[in-house]
């Protein structure tokens, strides 16, 4: 860095760690005058780092200063105090108030407790105008504003108080093209009145379009930080990928291949592949856009993606949970289902085990058995209708013996069990629903490692037991270790897809980052 | 037998006591208390708060609740006694007719809450409304006299001392806990109070469940007409007024909670008899009205507290 421009903002030495390191001396500078973009791939570091700087987090070890001055903002209300802000990816709003009540929100002035709305409205008014919103009316009701309006309201919010670091997550993720040009235009506006802008962005010609400098994070590192004119795109993605591991990506694609082919067992030989799951052209609003796969039974297929890129929503389509409006999904060469709800996914042969379990897919305070058994209870009944209870244990404890599920009894509430625990419990659910296809989404979030690892295994072994899963994942190496197929998507849509043995991560990232039509390009700078 | 023991021993056993602990002060401090008459009052007293009280147990185990009972017994009432007084109909017409008007109100509950995904807290509460004005329109609002017509149901068999309409009541509770504990369509209800998505991702559409639980508790609040007209020999339009708080107090005394997804049949019932015998003792005592309130309400926060402190210390343990 040249001696001569001063940090506003200087970050030293971060180090964050739970089970794991988060971050490992991490080092950062803000300058005024500048936008510097943070980028990473998911679990980079980012967030934690964004929330140490903002006081919602103590870090384990760092040094920082704020304008030369020690910095260690024990609260988030401390850190905005101090100016530094932050816009987070989704900004909350409470749709009920005022445009002015939601900006000034917390420090609303008043008058003995009654809040003075002249003074108010005055504020919010002239702070509107200083980001170019000036036609927003501040005594409207925010549920007026469409959702990238109430991005820049919140841009507009920080900057209404004392504000030297303007922290920016995605700031354009939910914003439509002019919105995005509009609040990158008035970016380079506060940039030039002095203002130190830290940027996070999965959007890389935003970054390269805009970005003064850029601080490429990785595992907790920083792995590149450098000049925006010196970089480009390719080598940006370069950057977040991990270096080549020997054995993986090294080796010529063939052999891997075969490696895979000999772990599985002999019965899903590849002239026996047949397709068991087909989704053509599905689209669900803005979320999923025009995706079209397929999965064969036997076959795991990935699906990776950036946060936002519609890998939740993808699957939510699919198994009914929320409508789709165009497209439609069969099962094998069959005609197409009408999947409008769960109920009719399941009957198709189709199971769901959701990323939240606690608020989809468990029911906390019954026990075990109730859990497993939940999607099968009218075919244990006897006469449909009544409970067996002696054919329900015999098949949940069938349902439960390959998963080695620790619990002390089946009777133990669910909600007690650890989360890779629960987790089996949800699989056991649909071994015994006999369903031929499952929609597996971030199956080891939230889990410890030695569960992670049982949880792969059981994922194979449905997999090699003739099942078709299809894995929505965050983490790109557990999909590269667990997937036969990985399919990427980027905001909706699908961005590539890959083989085992003829994917490398390099590529996996760049279509996880790939631009698309209404990109802000104008790298006019 | 060992069945009931078992059903006993769970979350009743408390309950229990504290009856048998009611009775036993009651008895000692007003002498004749613990007599035959007096036991046998209060039982013919209860067949129509116990069959709103297990309408409502299986509601709020569901999620919801039903504000309509009271008015719906009322309504069922004036068209059973309207039916047989003035249009003439034959008895078991006129009882069809008095459970339907239950039912469709249950159904419309129902349907309502679940189609528009209308909370069941407003949509019971317009019914209570609707079913009182009705209850009204039927019977112009006046006390409608039916005389002996239904003594078979009402009134105590000499040689048993009870009703048929308290046999009924017992059987509705026992077979009401069977369906709750020993069916698909109970373990539906729990599950769905328990946590309604995780349900519907499951693949279980919990909306007929839901109908039909709100059917069912009008169907009772019918019969509960039914059994309030044979126990007074007529029907009076202001019936029932405040039966959903009773009703609500008894499923909640016996365990059930608010948020859904726990509960049980009998331990309503046991409520049911806690507030009988509370009323029925209180009165013996010579309290009066005003004082009868504020001991029955002091009881029901009490028995809340009281079972959630248990709960907690036990899911300690």
Redesign the interface.
Known sequence: MDGNAVATLEVRDVHKAYAAPVLSGVDLDVRAGEIHALVGANGAGKSTLTRIVTGLLSPDRATMRLGGVPYHPASRRQAEDLGVRLVPQEAPAITTLSVAEQMFLGRLPHRGGIVARRRLHEQASSALVRLGLGHIDPTSPVAALGVGQRQLLAIAAALAGECRVLILDEPTAALGHADAERLLHHLRDLRSAGMAILYISHRLDEILAIGDRVTVLRDGRVVEARAVADTTRDRLVAAMVPPAVPAAPSVPAGSVAATVARDRPPDTSEHERRVALRVSRLSHGTAVRDVSLSVDAGEIVGLYGLVGAGRTELLRAIYGADPHDAGDVRRADGPPLSIRSPMDAVRAGIGLIPEDRAAHALLGSLPVRSNVLLSSLGRLARWRWFVDTGRETSAATTALAPLDVRCRSIEQPVGELSGGNQQKVVVARWLLRDSPVLLVDEPTRGVDVGARAAIHAELRALAGAGRALLVASSELDELTTLCDRIVVMARGRVTGTFTRGAWRDVDLQAAAFAPQDGDVLAAAR | MTTIARILRRESTGLVVVLAALILVFGLSTGHFVSRVTLLTIANQVPALTMAAVGMTLVIITGGIDLSVGSVMACAAAVLAVALTEWQWPLPVALAAATACGMLSGLFNGLVAVRFSVPSFIVTLGTLEIARGLAYLVTDSRSVFVGARLDAIGAPWPWLGVSTAVLVALTTVLLAQMLL????????V??IG??R?????????PRPVEIAVFALAGILAGVAGVFHVAYLESADPNAGLGLELSAIAAVVIGGSSLMG??GSVVGSFLGVLIIAVLQAGLAQAGASEPLKRVVTGAVIVAAVVVDGWRRRRRAVA
């Not at chain 2, 504990?181 to 539906?188: A, E, K, L, N």
């Open positions: 504990t020993r069916t698909v369509f109970g373990r539906y729990v599950a328990t946590n998505e995780a349900v519907r991702l499951a693949g279980i559409d997804g726990r």
